[in-house]
């Protein structure tokens, strides 16, 4: 028995408690359903239980599950995308959190102009400078994001970030509030098609520290669905 719809509860009133501290509203915070390595079956009872967000690593697992799903769901690609896979990742996903290089973005740009679609992406912070993490280096983000502002199909939303994994989540708090400052930054620069609307950090371990640092979109699935079963 998994109780996935007690979770989501569970994790709505954690998300309402450290919107409150940091003077927010709840509404003010996506939530965001991390659905790797879970069968659609259990996947539908999340979005039965009202998640409207859901979020993929690879576009191949996605693909096997969207079409499973019923409701009124967005799916957002969260993971590391190969651009031999950007064409079907742009029919899968409505928004692509994980822009990682500027090689990227210039195929994404190639095949939306070829689609005629605009796409949504937010770019990926590599923000504790793990070799281990996809991701632009902080220092780097703002020029980066100028040079994506000049793709015209491409809408640059935010940016998201994974935290270092740290067994205490008060110790992700400084890289947390890093990013929220270049967040504030870019805001402020006003780049044209560039809107900075949604930060999107934190997960089970981390999400309410990551909502006191500003977080507005918090990317949950272990605390949801339970631990992983990479093995199946
Ligand atoms: C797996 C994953 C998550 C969710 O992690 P949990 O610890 O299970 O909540 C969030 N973001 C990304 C990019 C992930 O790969």
């Known amino acids: 028995m998994l109780f996935i719809k007690e979770n989501i509860a569970n994790i709505e009133s954690r998300i309402k408690t450290a919107a409150e501290k940091s003077g927010r509203n709840f509404k003010d915070i996506s939530l965001v359903a991390v659905t790797k390595t879970i069968s659609p ?4 009872e999340a979005v039965d239980a009202g998640i409207t967000l859901l979020g993929e690593n690879k576009v191949q697992e996605a693909r096997g599950k969207i079409d499973k799903i019923k409701g009124d769901v967005e799916w957002h690609l969260i993971g590391h995308l190969q651009r031999n896979k950007v064409k079907i990742a742009l029919e899968l996903f409505s928004l692509i959190q ?3 290089s500027f090689a990227l ?3 994404i740009q190639k095949r939306a102009r070829q689609m005629q679609k605009n796409v949504d992406v937010l770019v990926q912070i590599n923000i504790g400078l793990e070799k ?3 991701g632009i280096n902080p220092a780097d983000a703002e020029s980066f994001i100028e040079s994506v502002a000049s793709l015209e199909n491409l809408n640059v939303k935010g940016l998201m970030a994974i935290a270092p994994f740290k067994e205490n989540p008060e110790d992700v708090r400084p890289y947390f509030r890093e990013m929220r400052s270049i967040f504030e930054r870019i805001k402020q620069e006003s780049i044209k098609n560039v809107e900075m609307k949604y930060l999107s950090m ?3 371990n981390d999400f309410e520290v990551a909502i006191e640092e ?7 699935g272990t605390a949801i669905f339970g631990a992983r079963d990479y093995s199946k």
């Open 41 to 44: 079956e259990i996947i539908q």
């Open 202 to 204: 934190g997960m089970s």
């Open 214 to 220: 500003g977080s507005n979109m918090v990317r949950i």
């Open 132 to 134: 281990t993490k996809y």
């Open 98 to 100: 994980s822009l990682d």
């Open 105 to 107: 973005a210039e195929e």
